[in-house]
Nanobody
Framework: QVQLVDTGGGLVQAGGSLRLSCAAS????????MGWFRQAPGKEREFVAAISWSGAITAYADSVKGRFTMSRDNAKNTVYLQMNSLKPEDTDVYYCAAESTLSIVRDAEGYDYWGQGTQVTVSS
């Protein structure tokens, strides 16, 4: 069992940066591949990024590639999403998630555990 707590959201101007954090409980955190998703009201949850258990493999949605960077610190049981050059269309609730298939998964259905979400608002 893994419990996830998302933090770091806020209000930022277009072009600015934010770093989201996701703290996990549980001794087996390093066995999970992790992902970040985002969701607007009335819309489906959208894949943003994913990372392997070691951090050696990452994947990104085309819409954030080159602007967002996902990383993890297994010693701290934490994953991060560094978001640069933010755009108004990045405004959403962001969720971290954990999955145990040991592969990069872009479908929200493939994830076992979810954080509570953190709001990111980018003003123009």
């Amino acid at each position: 069992q893994v419990q996830l707590v998302d933090t770091g959201g806020g209000l930022v101007q277009a072009g600015g940066s934010l770093r989201l954090s996701c703290a996990a409980s549980g001794r087996t955190f390093s066995r999970y591949f992790m992902g970040w998703f985002r969701q607007a009201p009335g819309k489906e949850r959208e894949f943003v990024a994913a990372i392997s258990w070691s951090g050696a493999i990452t994947a990104y949605a085309d819409s954030v590639k080159g602007r967002f960077t996902m990383s993890r610190d297994n010693a701290k049981n934490t994953v991060y999403l560094q978001m640069n050059s933010l755009k108004p269309e990045d405004t959403d609730v962001y969720y971290c998630a954990a999955e145990s298939t040991l592969s990069i998964v872009r479908d929200a259905e493939g994830y076992d555990y979810w954080g509570q979400g953190t709001q990111v608002t980018v003003s123009s």
